[in-house]
C-alpha cells in the first residue's frame, strides 16, 4: 500500500512538473513579457504591434525551426533537452533575434522594445558559451530575465512574483532536464544580464 502511494505521488509530481515545464516554457513567457512591455509604452496600440514583431522574431519563428527539427529528427523534444544539440540551436535564435532588432531600428521603434529584443539577444549570447560545457536552465533565464525587464518598466513590486522563477527551477528539477545548480544559475544569468542591457539600452 505504501509503495502504491508514493507511485502516485511520483506521478502527480511529474504530471505538475510537465504542466510547469509547458506552462512556462520560453516562448510563453517571452510572449508575456513582450506584451508586457508594449503596453507600457505611451502609445499602447503602436507598442503592442512591436511586441508582436518582437513576438514574431523573439518565439514564433525560433519555435518553428524547433518544430521543424524535431520532424528531422535533430532533436527529441521541444524543450531539446540535449545539450550539444542546444549549441546548434542557440545561434540560429540569436540570428532571429538580430533580425527583429534590425527591423526595429530601422523602423524607429521605442526604445523599450528594442530594449527588449537586444536584452534577449545579450541573455542568449550569455549562455551559448556556458552551454558549450554545461547545461545551464534556459527556463530560469528566461523567466527571470522577464521579470528584471518588468520590474525596470513597472516597478521592484514585480520582483514578488520571483517565487514563480523557483517553481519553474523546481520543475526542470523535478523532471531531471536540469540540477539545482543549473537552474539557479540560469535565473541569476537572465536576470543579471537582461535587467543590466535593458536598463542601459532603454535609458
Same mark, same amino acid.
Given at each position: 500500500?505504501?509503495?502504491? &502511494? =508514493?507511485? $502516485?505521488?511520483?506521478?502527480?509530481?511529474?504530471? /505538475?512538473?510537465?504542466?510547469?515545464? %509547458?506552462?512556462?516554457? *520560453?516562448? %510563453?513567457?517571452?510572449?508575456?513579457?513582450?506584451?508586457?512591455?508594449?503596453?507600457?509604452?505611451? %502609445?499602447?496600440?503602436?507598442?503592442?504591434?512591436?511586441?508582436?514583431?518582437?513576438?514574431?522574431?523573439?518565439?514564433?519563428?525560433?519555435?518553428?525551426?524547433?518544430?521543424?527539427?524535431?520532424?528531422?529528427?535533430?532533436? $527529441?523534444? @521541444?524543450?531539446?533537452?540535449? @545539450?550539444? @544539440?542546444?549549441?546548434?540551436?542557440? *545561434?540560429?535564435?540569436?540570428?532571429?533575434? $538580430? !533580425?527583429?532588432?534590425?527591423?526595429?531600428?530601422?523602423?524607429?521603434?521605442?526604445?523599450?522594445?528594442?530594449?527588449?529584443?537586444?536584452?534577449?539577444?545579450?541573455? +542568449?549570447?550569455?549562455?551559448?558559451?556556458? !552551454?558549450?560545457?554545461?547545461?545551464?536552465?534556459?527556463? !530560469?533565464?528566461?523567466?527571470?530575465?522577464?521579470?528584471?525587464?518588468?520590474?525596470?518598466?513597472?516597478?521592484?513590486? &514585480?520582483? +514578488?512574483?520571483?517565487?514563480?522563477?523557483? &517553481?519553474?527551477?523546481?520543475? @526542470?528539477?523535478? +523532471?531531471?532536464?536540469?540540477?539545482?545548480? =543549473?537552474?539557479?544559475?540560469?535565473?541569476?544569468?537572465?536576470?543579471?544580464?537582461?535587467?543590466?542591457?535593458?536598463?542601459?539600452?532603454? /535609458?
Amino acid at each position: 500500500m505504501t509503495d502504491t &502511494v =508514493q507511485t $502516485a505521488s511520483r506521478t502527480d509530481e511529474h504530471r /505538475a512538473a510537465r504542466l510547469i515545464t %509547458n506552462g512556462m516554457e *520560453p516562448r %510563453n513567457v517571452i510572449v508575456l513579457v513582450s506584451l508586457g512591455v508594449g503596453l507600457a509604452q505611451e %502609445n499602447r496600440a503602436t507598442g503592442l504591434l512591436w511586441a508582436l514583431e518582437a513576438i514574431l522574431f523573439s518565439a514564433a519563428i525560433p519555435v518553428a525551426y524547433i518544430k521543424f527539427g524535431m520532424r528531422k529528427g535533430m532533436w $527529441a523534444d @521541444r524543450h531539446v533537452g540535449q @545539450r550539444k @544539440r542546444r549549441l546548434l540551436l542557440i *545561434p540560429v535564435i540569436m540570428a532571429s533575434v $538580430a !533580425t527583429g532588432i534590425a527591423i526595429m531600428i530601422w523602423r524607429e521603434a521605442p526604445s523599450a522594445m528594442v530594449a527588449l529584443v537586444v536584452a534577449m539577444l545579450a541573455t +542568449l549570447a550569455a549562455l551559448l558559451p556556458i !552551454t558549450a560545457f554545461w547545461k545551464i536552465s534556459v527556463h !530560469t533565464s528566461v523567466a527571470a530575465g522577464s521579470l528584471a525587464m518588468l520590474a525596470v518598466t513597472y516597478g521592484s513590486l &514585480v520582483w +514578488l512574483a520571483i517565487p514563480l522563477v523557483a &517553481v519553474i527551477g523546481w520543475s @526542470r528539477v523535478s +523532471l531531471r532536464d536540469h540540477t539545482p545548480a =543549473q537552474t539557479v544559475a540560469g535565473a541569476v544569468a537572465g536576470a543579471v544580464v537582461a535587467g543590466l542591457v535593458f536598463t542601459a539600452v532603454s /535609458a
